[in-house]
């Protein structure tokens, strides 16, 4: 991230426009930009302080409404904070949970590789959506393994995430071929393993990713290939499990094309779909390799029932 993004609205901003990306990441950078905000806001009125976080908080969420793992950072940044006795305190929490936070989450990453890896058959043709990096990292893991023949990585239109994609596995030296996203039924008779990342994992099991990834997982499940998504815990949603839907983003239409030169067109462009439980055999973790359907026991282990029900970051003041 470039100097000036490292501001609390630079971060902010970078999330909305997306040069800040990835489910994981935007969770990350969220919490580090409450944390800057925290210290840059500091004041003696602990009230004021509190009550300007919470707006903050809010801005930032509004930002991208899919991926839980934003609120999952900035909830998991505030806890506790309603509790402090002044300031000084508030910001301590902040500093401390933001820390933990990050790291927890990047050591989820490679703790989900090792794991993911183990999943993969030897000589794997693998086909991969987007940009993930749990995703990626479990392909690089079984690469190092000697175990990846090929990976198939859509491009991913409209943002083009499946360029980064294929950098990143072409650095590590992972045998990789780039397909544009409707190529991908044409390839399955030669693939071993679909791999993707999550936005979001509903508690039903559903998985909401990249838009095409319910396509994919259709067209594997006609041809009886395993579907394998990679997800930090952070990406469970306790708030489908008060029945509340998960929004998909629907982007800019000028990301697709150009409206000028397409006088009376009207353009739709959600960023995500939702992959039923049914066609996705594991969900890997880094607590471990999980049937989808398992997605409720994992929501319910994190969060506890009773601060399922209290958990808000608009509460998250006095
Ligand atoms: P990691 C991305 O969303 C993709 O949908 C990707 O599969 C998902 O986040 C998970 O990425 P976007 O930010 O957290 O490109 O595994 O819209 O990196």
Redesign the pocket.
């Known amino acids: 991230m470039s100097s000036e993004k490292m501001t609390p609205e630079g971060i902010l901003e970078g999330i909305r426009d997306?040069s800040i990306?990835?489910?994981?990441?935007?969770g990350r950078k969220a919490s580090l930009a409450v944390r800057l905000f925290a210290e840059k806001e500091i004041g003696p009125d602990v009230d004021a302080y509190l009550s300007k976080l919470q707006r903050f908080a809010k801005d930032l969420l509004s930002t991208?409404p899919t991926?839980v793992?934003l609120w999952s950072g900035v909830t998991f940044t505030l806890r506790g904070t309603e509790k402090a006795g002044d300031s000084k305190e508030v910001l301590g929490m902040i500093q401390k949970n933001s820390e933990r936070f990050i790291d927890a989450s990047l050591r989820a990453v490679v703790t989900i590789a090792e794991i993911g890896a183990k999943k993969v058959p030897l000589d794997a043709t693998i086909l991969t959506?987007?940009?993930?990096?749990?995703?990626v990292a479990t392909i690089i893991k079984a690469h190092e393994l000697g175990k990846v023949k090929m990976v198939y990585a859509t491009e991913s239109r409209p943002?083009l995430?499946g360029h980064i994609t294929v950098r990143q596995l072409a650095e590590k030296k992972v045998p990789v071929t780039m397909i544009v996203d409707s190529a991908v039924r044409h390839h399955m008779s030669l693939v071993d393993i679909v791999i993707?990342?999550?936005?979001t994992v509903a508690s039903d099991g559903s998985v909401i990713?990249?838009i095409g990834t319910s396509q994919i997982a259709l067209v594997a499940h006609e041809r009886g290939v395993p579907f394998l998504v990679?997800?930090?815990t952070i990406?469970f949603s306790p708030q489908t499990l008060r029945g509340e839907p998960v929004t998909i983003e629907e982007r800019d239409p000028a990301e697709v094309i150009d409206l000028k030169k397409f006088p009376g067109v009207k353009v739709s462009n959600p960023?995500?779909d939702v992959t039923p439980a049914k066609y996705i055999d594991a969900i890997v973790t880094e607590v471990g390799v999980i049937p989808a359907k398992a997605a409720y026991e994992i929501i319910l282990h994190n969060l506890g029932a009773d601060s399922l029900m209290t958990q808000n970051p608009e509460g998250a003041g006095r």
Not at 21 to 26: D, Q, S, Y
Request: charged content about 25%.
């Open positions: 997306m990306r990835g489910a994981a990441e935007i991208r991926a793992t959506h987007c940009n993930s990096s749990a995703a943002k995430q993707v990342g999550a936005d990713n990249k990679c997800a930090e990406k960023v995500f």
